[in-house]
């Protein structure tokens, strides 16, 4: 079974410049999480899933990002524009529907110089 | 507000070494506790879940112990490896209808042959 996967795993951009995160969960699992870790601190809960629909967007830092979950496979992040202190590690993560345990993808790094 | 604290930062210790992780939250109010290992530049792997009425939880050499009233967590390593060493994480789910991680900083280890 393959795991939750992101791309690109690195991503270098300018501020004011727009990215575009990609996650692709285990097949299956209609939850799907994106997180983020910035330098120097925890890794935070930016929003959940459930196949197509948003169940929590309370941990997105403000309009500049937007998440989209189409289909309900694949999701993407969109970040326009970037600013420097978006720069971190975005991580995926999917879990099957009534079942707790969350698999991680291998996360983004995402430098805004 | 759910605050998730681990110590120490950092811990280095001789192969062989049985050694405790510990994670302490400010709300007792949550759904379950996960423990997670990081190895440089990969993702999360979920090593051990426990719901919030159970009491520990144990795979091969690790044992995770939940005082939900007292907030405190601990993940237990018996006769550590080098292979052990890694960042562990402990997050906590509060429940309802999100699946919501919060997490604590980690604990660096290094376990040396």
């Known amino acids: 079974e393959a795991g939750v996967t992101q791309f690109p795993s690195h991503s270098v951009i300018e501020k004011g410049q727009t990215v575009t995160l990609r996650c692709d969960p285990i097949s299956g699992h209609d939850n799907l999480y994106w997180y983020r870790r910035v330098m120097g601190k925890e890794i935070k809960f930016l929003l959940h899933f459930v196949k197509e629909s948003k169940q929590d967007e309370s941990g997105m830092p403000n309009n500049r990002f937007l998440a989209e979950r189409t289909g309900g496979t694949y999701s993407t992040l969109k970040v326009q524009p970037a600013e420097l202190e978006d720069s971190g590690v975005y991580f995926c993560?999917?879990?099957?529907?009534?079942?707790?345990?969350?698999?991680f993808g291998p996360g983004t790094r995402l430098l805004v110089l | 507000k759910q605050e998730v604290t681990q110590i120490p930062a950092a811990l280095s210790v001789p192969e062989g070494e049985n050694l405790v992780l510990n994670c302490s939250f400010t709300?007792?109010?949550?759904?379950?506790l996960q423990w997670f290992r990081q190895d440089p530049g990969k993702g999360l792997t979920s090593l051990l879940l426990i719901q919030s009425s159970q009491r520990e939880q144990t795979s091969g050499r690790l044992n995770a112990s939940l005082d939900k009233s007292s907030g405190r967590s601990t993940l237990y390593i018996a006769a550590s490896q080098p292979g052990d060493s890694a960042t562990y994480l402990c997050?906590?789910?509060?429940?309802?209808?999100?699946?919501?991680?919060?997490f604590g900083q980690g604990t660096t280890l290094q376990v040396k042959p």
């Open positions: 993560a999917s879990s099957p529907r009534g079942r707790e345990t969350q698999y």
């Open positions: 709300d007792s109010a949550i759904y379950n």
């Open positions: 997050a906590v789910r509060r429940g309802g209808n999100t699946g919501k991680l919060i």
